[in-house]
């Protein structure tokens, strides 16, 4: 990048920046039906007392150009703490400078500051540029294993099971 490019911890002041950019990826993708998050759920779950996000904000001049949400999980069967990226944003000016590689990279050293031990996030199946960028940077795709999942209507009908 041409321009110093900073990246920091996100503060509660940030939400605002945080939902934009996240809204503009969901746009980016096709995927903006889907986005339904408001600035006060990012305030809620990243920035009260327990926090369970985390984020680091890219910003050059003062304006946010990239973002990595992410969050620990625990690997019942490694006995390590390790890192989620939820979302990686970089936005369509600050697109292949190089910036989304240093967000994947900040995100692994702030980890490993906090004990983790390891990376993981997943990538939708029509998005084989974020594929080959994740693999260009080290990450390895794990087919030993699927996510599955339950959302809305599928989550409550678990949680109303007797």
């Not at 944003?89 to 906090?114: N, P």
């Amino acid at each position: 990048m041409t321009k110093e490019t900073t990246i920091r911890v996100a503060v509660p002041s940030d939400v605002g920046v945080i939902h934009t950019l996240l809204k503009q990826l969901a746009e980016s993708v096709g995927q903006r039906d889907k986005f339904r998050s408001r600035k006060k759920d990012f305030l809620r779950f990243g920035f009260s007392g327990n926090a369970h996000f985390h984020a680091l904000l890219a910003e050059q001049d003062g304006k946010a150009i990239g973002l990595s949400l992410f969050f620990y999980n625990y690997s019942s069967w490694r006995g390590e703490l390790g890192v989620y990226i939820q979302d990686l944003v970089v936005t369509s000016a600050a697109r292949g400078s190089g910036l989304g590689q240093r967000l994947v990279y900040e995100t692994a050293r702030f980890g490993h500051e906090h004990g983790a031990t390891h990376l993981r996030l997943s990538v939708d199946e029509d998005n084989p540029d974020a594929k080959r960028f994740y693999e260009r940077i080290g990450l390895r795709e794990r087919t030993e294993e699927h996510i599955f999942a339950a959302y809305g209507s599928d989550f409550r009908r678990i949680v109303e099971q007797q």
